[in-house]
């Protein structure tokens, strides 16, 4: 059984920064497929960004540059750096992986049906 955790959630102005932590208390991270997916109430799941395996990244439009998915395997973390957060930001986010065995996870899909195993999510509110 696979357990995400994240933290590092917060109430934070218009241009400011934050940072998530997702930390996974199980299962072969190195080789994992970790991401990155929010979602405002009543709306769909969006994905923000993904890391495979290899380090490859992917960020949805909005994201690019403001953004910073990475994994740091051997404290079996992912971050997500936020900078330039704007209103839109708002939303509860949540850490996200697929594992696919041994061999490794080597996809960078935003798509949040492709992942396996989810965190309880942390709220992010920019004012």
């Known amino acids: 059984h696979v357990q995400l955790v994240e933290s590092g959630g917060g109430s934070v102005q218009a241009g400011g920064s934050l940072r998530l932590s997702c930390a996974a208390r199980?299962?072969?991270?190195?080789?994992?497929?970790m991401g990155w997916i929010r979602q405002v109430s009543g709306q769909e799941r969006e994905g923000v960004a993904s890391i495979d395996a290899d380090g490859e990244t992917s960020y949805a439009d909005s994201m690019k540059g403001r953004f910073t998915i990475s994994k740091v395997n051997a404290e079996k973390t992912l971050y997500l750096q936020m900078s330039n957060l704007k209103p839109d930001d708002t939303a509860m986010y949540f850490c996200?992986?697929?594992?696919?065995?041994?061999?490794?996870?080597?996809?960078?899909?935003?798509?949040?049906?492709?992942?396996?195993?989810w965190g309880q999510g942390t709220q992010v509110t920019v004012s």
């Open positions: 996200a992986a697929q594992y696919t065995g041994i061999s490794g996870c080597y996809s960078t899909s935003l798509d949040s049906a492709t992942f396996d195993y």
């Open positions: 199980t299962g072969t991270f190195s080789s994992a497929c």
